[in-house]
């Protein structure tokens, strides 16, 4: 089913929680509310499922104005991070609930319930756990079982708000690459909230990145990465070292470092900001006492730096550097072979010179 909002307004006393949100998620695709707590994506996912009505704004169901449609005719099936499954029912029977309720004109027989039921639990690979309570469930399991639930009810589109905000990490990463490959099999029209970017741009097809009520990008995992469209966004997806500056000579200056500007600027004396992704530093030894620019003989002098903290983890090193020129902390991802060989070389000092930079202005 596709689903579209068109200039949703929703405010809670002073607080602005959306501010003239207009979006459109595809037919059958998986799509990731991604932003910092307070953002406004629950708040938005509550209005698409009709918890909420907003101030201002319509959702369209296949086209339709669902302003008077309430959550029941809107076939939404609904997945909350703390499972609310009922406890003193069995594992089976919180599955068929919603089956059970539907009106009795609507309301299947016994049989097809038991054929139903039966069928999603071995979705989800858990039908020997069908005469369990919850309480008997991991947490991993729960939420595995109320997403049976929401299924059971045929949803035109699955909502799902921080569906593994409850889980440890390990059990996070197994469920929602199952999650994938179960939205893979079904191809249900899907909305989840997360603020965890690894989850968001592992599981999504498209990903909205929401800041302060408002949409700061939308696209596929790999472009809002590669490409953030803002200072925001840039900040938001991934580690990132900062180098703060101003625009001199159609550059930005910083550190004795110079930055391309963004295409369409031609600079101006103003302030200016320039994101690198730790793996996107290079170092190189430089002896104590060496000025920076007599490093390699290199155009670019780089800034000189000072090893505070390395980490090998596995394949790759962490490294925490301090600049000598302003005393900030740079942070940098490596092979570990290559950090190995180069502090053979170079002892505790080093030119970090940043790549792929991203500058943001004003």
């Known amino acids: 089913m596709s689903i579209e909002v068109r200039h949703i307004h929703k405010q809670f006393g002073a607080f602005t929680a959306l501010d003239d949100v207009s979006l459109a998620f595809p037919d059958g695709r998986l799509t990731a509310l991604l932003g910092p707590s307070g953002c406004g994506k629950t708040t938005l996912l509550r209005i698409i499922a009709g918890l909420e009505r907003p101030d201002r704004g319509q959702v369209l169901l296949e086209g339709g104005d669902a302003a008077r449609a309430n959550v029941r005719q809107r076939q939404v099936g609904f997945v909350f991070q703390h499972y609310a499954l009922f406890k003193h029912m069995t594992v089976f029977e919180n599955v068929a609930f919603g089956l059970r309720v539907k009106p009795r004109g609507q309301r299947p027989g016994e049989r097809q319930i038991r054929e139903k039921v039966m069928g999603l639990l071995e979705l989800v690979q858990l039908e020997w756990l069908a005469d369990r309570r919850p309480a008997a469930l991991s947490g991993g399991q729960r939420q595995r079982i109320a997403l049976a639930r929401a299924l059971a009810v045929e949803p035109r589109v699955l909502l799902l708000d921080e569906p593994f905000g409850a889980l440890d990490a390990k059990v996070r990463k197994e469920l929602r690459r199952w999650l994938r490959r179960l939205h893979d099999d079904l191809h249900v029209t899907s909305i989840f909230v997360t603020h965890d970017q690894e989850e968001a741009l592992e599981v999504a097809d498209e990903v909205v990145i929401m800041n302060k009520g408002r949409v700061e990008q939308k696209g596929a995992p790999q472009a809002v990465y590669d490409e953030p469209a803002t200072a925001f966004v840039c900040g938001f997806l991934g580690h990132m070292n900062l180098f703060h500056g101003r625009v001199q000579g159609g550059r930005l200056q ?46 670019d002098p780089g800034l000189r730096v000072s090893l505070r903290r390395a980490q090998a983890l596995g394949p790759l090193a962490q490294l925490e550097l301090r600049r000598e020129d302003t005393q900030e902390t740079i942070e940098v991802v490596m092979p570990s072979q290559e950090f190995d060989r180069i502090r053979a070389r170079g002892g505790q000092h080093f030119i970090a010179r940043p790549r792929n930079a991203r500058v943001f202005l004003g």
């Open 254 to 299: 910083s550190g004795g470092m110079h930055f391309a500007l963004p295409g369409g600027h031609d600079g101006g004396d103003r302030p200016g900001t320039a994101y690198v992704r730790p793996h996107d530093i290079q170092i190189e030894p430089c002896p104590p006492g060496r000025p920076a620019a007599q490093a390699d003989g290199a155009n």
